[in-house]
């Protein structure tokens, strides 16, 4: 409505001034009352003075960060492929006969040497490449006076980001998307004034080893381009350089159009005089995806895209990102706080309020932020998302394989966005293809395939580490194969689960079988040698160590990968030797849950002591959760895991976003509502930037998606093979109402409560189906015809009575 209403008044010059003012009095009233309908609408009463204040859009591929500066607009641009290196990276040279030396000093004790060793046989020794910004567009305002009646916000319904103020009597509205349909970014501002806009555009990126070059493209169609190549390395250099001609090829181009105004376009800048609308059409593309036609595919795309009207191009943008994002709605009851700045109630969290209304919009946030930065055929969400201002960024903003690409992808299932676990999928396929020569080579495993703990845009699977303790890892891909059969647990997907999973799952369980090692002591296989991510232990000589002869997690992922792989194999009618093999490893298999005599659970085979009792991962609960082996099925484990969060949390754990953000996760499966509630307002109070954002600290996504993943999981679960409904439902959450959540088995679920009490349920299916609910103590069998609607509340309800 305000949209039109502008539009529709901006080009008649004879409206009274006074008719101007109602207008956007009226358009600040209805925008206001939006927020406090809808808590989808993050907003500000001032620009963005730093990175961690702008807000995010992006259209899977290519985003930006929109800072809403009056003067001097700033939209910091990114695009997922810019990245230094290529594909033609060389292993390094450990060899199987290091693997046996490794696994001798192991069993003699000598740990220290093993950790020194690991490094330097098998860590690759080329450099660390990081993700890198695609630079930067500024609109410099050439225009003074005072700024008042100043809003910017982030709609999530409509992934809009919008600036609304005044200057000298006049107003202004400036409106930015990134569009998935139209694969380009689009800006629109407009103005009252009768002298119009008078403003300068230009393109700049931070110098790299091959400054990139500005200039005027075209001037007869008022566009600049900025052209260049990603050859900054990224983090540390190991050994030798690469050619400074190794890296991405990338152009940023971009078309203004202004029919009532001046438009001059010279020496790299795009300048505009008189025009009450401006429209500012940018776009950007990399030898990646296009080899050396990168360019002319920008070209094609503004051809298109330029002689069509923000309105349309804005309809169809809303309407492709809504088919998304509107499958899920959350509530919790009403808020008496959207009246205010996201960051002031941020800032009352912070200080020790509740604002429930802020909670719920997270959520949203982090769904927003899934599909502003993983389509289908894009590369997946990195450790920030799409969005990065560097050159060098934080842990080079890559795929950590250890936690946190994972992380990124929890609530692609649960929470109705399925489609975009598709990138994850891609990458992942091309690092097992990788992996295939990395087994071979480095560890003499001539079946199957694996990942270790990092990777970026080339798909390297092998160690790049300093040190063994966060490095020397091989379960990146074991850990990245459950995605693929919860994505057909979730969708019931025959074809996916064939000719997708099906394969992942037979080369990661075909590895494990070579990996593991028969251990006489125990008398059971073991995986050797193993780290706990990024965590070390006292040896026997009171030093600190890392790797060892079995850990928890590694012997609980793979258990999980043969259990996975047995029942896809049973699904899809397959019996073979590989089959009678990995049941028969899989029964000698050393266990991954052991509980100690203090009643926590094992990291390591022996109870060892650790430096950092409040280590920020949690990776002996990987059975609890991302897994399903501990349940309250299993009392003992039950029991030990809670006793495991306790004593972490007890000596400063989860101090990190992403860490606090799983133990929602895992407060949830342990059907803890109250610590899920303490764990969510601690998350609020440390964790949280002005723009929502998760602070690491730095900024680190896994944090946003994390904490979207644990508000499903309080609300629903089905990893048991039953629904559990509200089965940690936090006390404060009194009242409320989600829709469209997913459960395993392709069900789509709405549910209410009313003073913590459930309320109306309704089940959804596209084919025939029956399981179990459980509400409490209550459960019922539930059998559901395709494409119908069925409640259950008088059935849960009597059987609660």
Not at 100 to 117: A, I, M, Y
Not at 372 to 396: D, K, M, V
Not at 617 to 623: D, F, I
Not at 677 to 695: G, P, T, V
Request: glycine share 8%; with cysteine; proline share 4%.
């Amino acid at each position: 409505m305000i949209a039109k209403l502008n539009v529709s008044l901006s080009t008649n010059h004879l409206v009274p001034k006074s008719t101007w003012v109602l207008v956007f009095v009226l358009a600040t009233i209805f925008s206001s009352l939006k927020a406090q309908d809808s808590e989808k609408v993050l907003w500000y009463s001032a620009p963005a003075e730093e990175w961690m204040q702008a807000l995010p859009i992006g259209n899977g591929r290519l985003g930006a960060m929109v800072f809403g500066n009056p003067f001097k607009e700033h939209l910091q641009l990114n695009e997922d492929s810019m990245w230094a290196g290529g594909p033609d990276w060389e292993d390094a040279q450990g060899n199987p006969e290091d693997l046996e030396e490794l696994r001798r000093l192991l069993r003699e004790g000598k740990t220290t040497e093993v950790d020194s060793l690991i490094v330097e046989k098998f860590s690759n020794k080329t450099i660390l490449r990081s993700h890198q910004t695609m630079g930067d567009l500024f609109i410099d305002f050439k225009e003074s006076g005072e700024i008042t009646n100043y809003r910017r916000e982030l709609d999530l319904d409509q992934a809009l980001a919008s600036t609304f103020y005044t200057r000298n009597g006049n107003h202004y509205t400036q409106k930015v998307f990134a569009s998935q349909p139209d694969d380009a970014m689009v800006m629109e501002i407009t103005t009252t004034s009768p002298k119009g806009l008078n403003l300068e555009l230009s393109l700049s990126r931070p110098e790299d080893h091959g400054k990139p070059t500005v200039k005027v493209s075209n001037p007869s169609q008022n566009q600049i381009s900025m052209v260049g190549q990603v050859t900054q390395y990224g983090g540390k250099r190991f050994s030798k350089p690469l050619p400074i001609d190794h890296g991405v090829r990338f152009e940023v181009r971009l078309q203004v159009v202004a029919p009532d105004g001046k438009i001059t376009a010279k020496e790299g800048k795009v300048s505009v005089k008189g025009a009450r609308k401006v429209l500012i059409f940018i776009v950007g593309n990399t030898s990646f995806y296009h080899g050396d036609s990168f360019a002319e595919k920008n070209k094609e795309t503004l051809s298109k895209i330029t002689q069509q009207s923000f309105e349309s191009l804005l309809d169809r943008h809303i309407s492709d990102y809504q088919q998304l994002y509107r499958r899920v709605n959350f509530e919790l009851g009403e808020s008496n706080m959207a009246h205010l700045p996201t960051d002031e109630r941020l800032q009352h969290c912070k200080d020790g309020g509740t604002d429930l209304g802020l909670q719920s919009l997270l959520f949203q946030y982090g769904r927003y932020l899934l599909i502003s930065s993983s389509r289908p055929n894009t590369n997946p969400a990195n450790l920030q998302g799409i969005w990065n201002e560097h050159l060098e960024a934080p842990w080079n903003a890559d795929y950590h394989l250890n936690i946190n690409l994972q992380m990124n992808y929890w609530p692609a299932e649960v929470t109705n966005l399925s489609e975009l676990h598709q990138p994850f999928f891609n990458l992942i396929d091309r690092v097992l293809e990788r992996g295939r020569k990395t087994a071979k080579e480095q560890y003499g495993i001539t079946r199957g395939s694996l990942a270790h703990h990092t990777t970026d845009l080339w798909a390297t699977p092998f160690m790049r580490a300093e040190r063994a303790y966060w490095g020397s890892w091989i379960h990146g891909g074991g850990w990245c194969a459950q995605h693929y059969w919860e994505h057909y647990q979730f969708t019931q997907d025959k074809d996916f689960l064939r000719h997708r999973a099906y394969p992942v799952l037979k080369d990661i369980a075909s590895f494990y079988l070579d990996w593991l090692t028969w251990d006489t002591k125990s008398q059971k296989w073991i995986s050797s040698p193993e780290t706990s991510p990024e965590n070390s232990y006292y040896n026997q000589e009171g030093k600190s160590a890392a790797v060892s002869m079995g850990s928890a997690m590694g012997h609980q992922i793979i258990g999980e990968v043969f259990d996975n792989f047995l029942e896809t194999a049973q699904i899809l009618g397959i019996e073979d030797k590989l089959v009678e093999e990995v049941k028969t490893k899989k029964a000698s298999l050393h266990p991954g849950v052991i509980v100690g005599t203090d009643g926590r659970i094992l990291e390591w085979n022996e109870p060892y002591d650790e430096p950092e009792k409040g280590h920020r991962h949690v990776s002996h609960l990987y059975a609890l959760h991302p897994g399903d082996d501990i349940t309250e099925n299993h009392p003992e484990a039950f029991a030990a895991a809670q006793k495991t969060i306790d004593y972490r949390l007890e000596h400063g754990g989860a101090g990190t976003g992403w860490s606090r953000v799983w133990m929602i996760n895992m407060n949830a499966r342990l059907l803890d509502g109250a610590s899920a509630e303490e764990n969510i307002n601690k998350f609020f109070q440390i964790s949280l930037a002005d723009n929502m954002f998760d602070m690491h600290p730095p900024f680190q996504i896994d944090g946003n998606f994390g904490y979207t993943a644990g508000v499903a999981e309080l609300l629903i679960q089905s990893h048991e093979g039953i629904v559990r409904l509200l089965p940690a439902l936090p006390p404060n959450w009194k009242n409320g109402k989600i829709t469209g959540l997913k459960a395993r088995g392709n069900i789509e679920v709405d549910i209410s409560w009313k003073n913590g009490t459930l309320g109306e349920v309704t089940f959804r299916s596209p084919s025939d189906t029956s399981f179990a609910v459980k509400y409490g103590s209550s459960m019922v069998d539930l059998q559901l015809k395709a494409n119908e609607e069925t409640q259950l509340n008088a059935k849960l309800k009597k059987t609660n009575d």
